[in-house]
T-cell receptor
């Protein structure tokens, strides 16, 4: 069993829909990252969370430390949101030796 | 502002040939540096981690090595490439405070 599990693996939705991607982890962590990988391969960090909730534009990330679960939400989804979204956890604050989930491939249809 | 550069972006190398991927960071000092690999159809995996010049930690046994000759330079190398070394290689950096992690553009390696 992977230490970081994401669901769903693939998600196709219509433009405008509300999107939720889930991440569960089984190890102790100091922080959880949500990353976005575009088809060319480049990766961008969207959020780093250690508790609670963060919002940036149409993206919202939440984490429940007790339940070892995090969610990434996208409101008013757009085709440009199509990408692979990756959840990753780091064991020690200040040391980003990340353990990654296998990613969720999101496709938004116009 | 801080930036990270990684090169080459793509390369095709024959089995048994050497490899050198280079990564440099600008706009910060004493960064933590990382090399990750994404094999086809698999998730990212940490290969090497460095907290300072000459300090390298290897996370998985493999055919690769890493060096940090300068504070903001991180090099991934191999003396003899294997087919299984094919994949997407990412350099990344973070500060000790660990506010976030920044990734390079990535290097696509195909070993033929």
């Amino acid at each position: 069993k992977n230490e970081v599990e994401q669901s769903p693996q693939n998600l196709t939705a219509q433009e405008g829909e509300f999107i939720t991607i889930n991440c569960s982890y089984s190890v102790g962590i100091s922080a959880l990252h949500w990353l976005q990988q575009h088809p060319g391969g480049g990766i961008v960090s969207l959020f780093m969370l250690s508790s609670g909730k963060k919002k940036h534009g149409r993206l919202i990330a939440t984490i429940n430390i007790q339940e070892k679960h995090s969610s990434l939400h996208i409101t008013a989804s757009h085709p440009r949101d199509s990408a692979v979204y990756i959840c990753a956890v780091s064991p020690n604050f200040g040391n980003e030796k990340l353990t990654f989930g296998t990613g969720t491939r999101l496709t938004i249809i116009p | 502002s801080q930036t990270i550069h990684q090169w080459p972006a793509t390369l095709v190398q024959p089995v048994g040939s050497p490899l050198s991927l280079e990564c440099t960071v600008e706009g910060t000092s004493n960064p933590n540096l990382y090399w990750y690999r994404q094999a086809a159809g698999r998730g990212l995996q940490l290969l090497f981690y460095s907290v300072g010049i000459g300090q390298i930690s290897s996370e998985v046994p493999q055919n690769l090595s890493a060096s940090r000759p300068q504070d903001r330079q991180f090099i991934l190398s191999s003396k003899k490439l294997l087919l299984s070394d094919s994949g997407f290689y990412l350099c990344a950096w973070s500060t000790f405070s660990g506010n976030t992690i920044y990734f390079g553009e990535g290097s696509w390696l195909t070993v033929v």
